[in-house]
């Protein structure tokens, strides 16, 4: 949600910035001339010219919630924007030095990654007026021709500099150059936002009602404005970071929770958490902006779902509610009720039922969390009393959307920032980058693969090498996605995913305070762990039976015959349930190559007796 407000800001310093530009050119082509008209029909250039802060506040809608918004703006790049939703309030601000905000559980985060950055540049040239410079280097004006805004005529300017890839495309109303909507065009998504409703206030025309479509993830943002003031005085306080973070938990043994066993199975971390004197299993995710709870198992603690709004995963859009958690345990923690996302059908999601809710970043940021792959346990330290004294290499990883941003190189060329995703659970190249670097033609094995919002196909392909924080690791095996969907693999920001597949040679520490991380080798680092050699994505029916999902065409599975939906009954004479479910069945397909199984499948009501002969598939 972040990102919606900045859009506001973009457009109002665009609004009173441009104002200045000179009236050397004559041609309605000319984007300066389209953008003076404009000016000098909502207030005239003296009166924009004086403008240094303002305050609106108004009605918000986003996704399925609706609250209230104040904002407060002063030059040179202060601002702070309040949105109060009754079930979740956050806060986003910056002090003149450096942006930061609070999330629904209190928690601050500086924002330092590096798109933050560039971004906050680039509004600091805008407010020293450097986009009116013919001559600029910075800024690049161009006029895009008559087009559409609904059924209003409009001149269409683009706005484009050299620090980022933004791009923002204005349409101008041919009868009155009111601004009718814009699109901001950010690597990841686009913005489109319609203006109506415009008043006079002291002499300046602004628009009073806004409506936002965020694409492709599926968004939608009202705003009503109810009050807009400028030239207001404003404490300075109210821009400055917040001195105090959020401390909503405390350790039951000490200063710290060492070596708290976790489950490892098929690449994801899974950790006991205890409400209300019940234990169940969590899935341990980093990658989640908000710990996430099954909502049938809500229901049955008697919690009850609040508003509605839309979340992203790998591929995909979802919908989410939230709920208050009760107060919460991990071994040796104890947490606060916190606000966390409940999603119907989370328990199916995973290999067991008996799983309940993801721990995420309102979990995870409050610590300095170590995790040993090898040993098989975490730990989690106080930041303020931590101090690494290890052997490791400590890397400088900003947080982007609440993910650790850290640095990797494949096969000595394919450099850039990775997001670090202890929910992944294998690496993925995002689908930009893939397609830019003439990745998606790659030899491979093809795969489905699926997130909250359903499933996805993806190619697993060997590479020689990737190196991160100065370790490298031999034949990573690295996924690329055949489909472009609609979330986080649509990034051009960074290049991808770095999953528990390349993580679990390693020993890692998570420091959000310090936004780094440290890796260590683990005891596992020249470890070649086992993979599938069969072809083949197995399920579960309703009555948890083995089930063929996908096979993948010219492997194993595919030569033996099976089939998208076959149901495995037995394999060798032995009833396939015995095995321990779906996940002793997917074991099975990772023994040596050229171990065979005889497999009974019924199919369309029918037995089928097919045999399997495992191969190594990337060899």
């Known amino acids: ?36 008209k404009h000016y000098e029909v909502i207030g005239g250039l003296e009166k924009l010219k004086k403008i240094k802060s303002g305050y609106i506040e108004g009605q918000i809608t986003f996704d399925g919630l609706v609250g209230t918004f104040r904002q407060w703006e002063e030059i040179p790049l202060q601002y702070r924007l309040e949105e109060d939703y009754g079930v979740i309030k956050q ?30 540049k680039v509004k600091a040239l805008l407010e020293v007026y450097d986009q009116i410079n013919h001559d600029s280097k910075n800024f690049i ?26 791009r923002t495309f204005f349409f101008f109303n041919k009868d009155n150059y009111y601004i009718a909507k814009a699109i901001l065009k950010q690597p990841d998504v686009e913005i489109h936002t319609l203006f109506s409703d415009y008043r006079e206030i002291d002499g300046i025309i602004h628009p009073f009602h806004e409506e936002t479509e965020i694409l492709p993830r599926e968004k939608k943002e009202t705003l009503q ?126 290999y067991d039922s008996d799983i309940v809710g993801v721990l995420g970043h309102d979990f995870v940021s409050r610590f300095v969390t170590k995790i040993d792959y090898a040993a098989r346990t975490l730990s989690f330290y106080h930041p303020a009393k931590f101090k690494y004294t290890g052997e490791g290499r400590i890397i400088d990883a900003p947080l982007r959307n609440k993910i650790f941003n850290v640095p990797a190189v494949v096969d000595g060329k394919h450099t850039g920032k990775w997001a670090l995703d202890l929910g992944a659970f294998d690496v993925s190249f995002h689908y930009p980058y893939a397609e830019d670097n003439n990745l998606l033609n790659l030899k491979g094995v093809d795969r489905l693969s699926a997130d909250l919002g359903g499933q996805h196909r993806e190619r697993t392909v060997q590479f020689k090498s990737v190196e991160v924080g100065g370790f490298t690791v031999l034949y990573p095996l690295i996924n690329i996605p055949l489909d472009k969907g609609k979330g986080s693999n649509v990034s051009r920001e960074i290049i991808g995913n770095i999953g528990n597949s390349l993580l679990r040679h390693f020993t890692v520490y998570l420091d959000y305070k310090r936004q780094q991380v440290i890796i260590e080798k ?23 039976h083995p089930e063929v999902v996908f096979v993948a065409p010219g492997t194993p599975g595919d030569k033996a015959g099976f089939l998208a939906g076959d149901i495995i009954r037995s394999i060798n004479g032995t009833d396939a349930v015995s095995f321990g ?17 005889h497999i009974e499948v019924m199919r369309a009501g029918s037995k089928q007796e097919l045999k399997l002969i495992l191969y190594d598939l990337y060899r």
């Open 225 to 350: 404005l109810i009050e807009y003031d400028f030239n207001v005085k404003i404490d300075k306080a109210l821009f400055a970071v917040p001195d105090k973070d959020v401390e909503d938990f405390v350790f039951l043994n000490g200063e710290n929770s060492e070596n708290v066993p976790f489950t490892f199975i098929e690449n994801s971390i899974y950790i006991p958490v205890t409400i209300n004197s019940e234990t169940r299993l969590w899935l341990f995710d980093n990658g989640a902006s908000m710990s996430i709870i099954d909502a049938d198992y809500a229901s049955g603690l008697g919690l009850k779902p609040e508003g509605e709004i839309k979340g992203f995963g790998i591929a995909s859009v979802f919908d989410f509610s939230f709920v208050t958690l009760p107060s919460y345990q991990v071994q040796g923690i104890q947490f606060n009720p916190q606000k966390v996302f409940s999603y119907k059908g989370l328990s199916n999601r995973f």
């Open 1 to 36: 949600m972040v990102f919606i407000k900045r859009v506001i800001a973009v457009i109002m310093q665009v609004f009173l910035l441009f104002a200045l530009t000179s009236h050397a050119a004559e041609s309605l082509t000319d984007p300066r001339v389209i953008l003076l």
């Open 91 to 120: 806060i986003f601000g910056d002090d003149g030095r450096q942006s930061w905000t609070v999330d629904p559980n209190g928690k601050v985060q500086i924002q330092r990654d590096d798109d933050t950055l560039k971004r906050r």
């Open 141 to 166: 004006l161009t006029y895009e021709g008559e087009k559409k805004a609904g059924e209003v005529d409009c001149h269409v300017v683009k706005m484009a500099n050299i620090i980022n890839e933004d």
């Open 581 to 597: 479910g779906t996940i002793g069945v997917r074991n099975l397909f990772l023994e040596e190559a050229g171990k065979e199984y």
């Open 522 to 544: 683990g005891k596992d680092f020249d470890r070649r762990f086992p993979e599938d050699k069969s072809g083949m994505l197995i399920g579960k029916t309703g009555d948890g």
